[in-house]
């Protein structure tokens, strides 16, 4: 079915582990995001690429990196992962930035 | 004061019934409006998605938005059980070239056969 797909559903990771989040979408959109939901406080942006080769900071970058070597694929790193970051984590495309999103269905993150 | 406000509920309400959610925002650049809904243990689903002041039908969805009040809003008409769920409100500005998203923290629904 086309959509995005994220990778793992669900995780455990201890503190100071590094881990890769992977998401794919064969929707051909070219606007890709990754978004993390914690309860009260919405949905916010992480990183955010508006093509191959171009990736940008969201609302709160620190702990992550990604990468967009293809207009299908934007994995989430987490470098030195911290109790903090335990979180259901989104990525999300589009076919441009003003249109609306399709979500994945998420990642449960627990850092113990 | 957050950009985007949205009671977080729960909103419970009998089958049938006219529903009717809310989200209020300060920054009146904003030009894109949207509803998402999310069931538990989801990913967000795009519902309804307009663009600057009026009204949209979809179905039993209205999406309203009226900009000088700073105020949209998202009707359900006869509610199902299966519209129990949290709906989210977002609406984009654009910034540094590109269209920036900022999400309402969701209101939960409870629809009661």
């Known amino acids: 079915n086309a959509g995005v797909t994220q990778t793992p559903k669900f995780q455990v990771l201890k503190t100071g582990q590094s881990m890769t989040l992977q998401c794919a979408q064969d929707?051909?959109?070219?606007?890709m995001s990754w978004y993390r939901q914690d309860p009260g406080m919405g949905l916010r942006l992480i990183h955010y690429?508006?093509?191959?080769?171009?990736?940008d900071q969201g609302e709160v970058p620190n702990g992550y990196n990604v990468s967009r070597s293809t207009t299908e694929d934007f994995p989430l790193r987490l470098l030195s992962a911290a109790p903090s970051q335990t979180s259901v984590y989104f990525c999300?495309?589009?076919?441009?930035?003003?249109?609306?999103?399709?979500f994945g269905s998420g990642t449960r993150l627990t850092v113990v | 004061q957050k950009e985007v406000e949205q009671d977080p509920g729960p909103l419970s309400v009998p089958e049938g019934a006219i529903v009717s959610l809310n989200c209020t925002y300060s920054n009146s650049a904003f030009q894109y409006f949207m509803w998402y809904r999310q069931y538990s243990r989801k990913g967000p689903e795009l519902l309804m998605y307009t663009y600057s002041s009026g009204n949209k039908e979809d179905g039993r969805f209205t999406a309203q938005v009226d900009k000088s009040s700073k105020y949209i809003s998202l009707f359900i008409r006869d509610s199902q059980p299966s519209d129990s769920a949290t709906y989210l409100c977002a609406m984009s500005a654009e910034a540094s070239g590109t269209y920036k998203y900022i999400f309402g923290t969701g209101t939960r629904l409870k629809v009661l056969a």
């Open positions: 999300a495309s589009s076919f441009r930035d003003s249109s609306g999103y399709t």
């Open positions: 929707m051909n959109h070219e606007y």
């Open positions: 690429s508006v093509g191959a080769g171009i990736t």
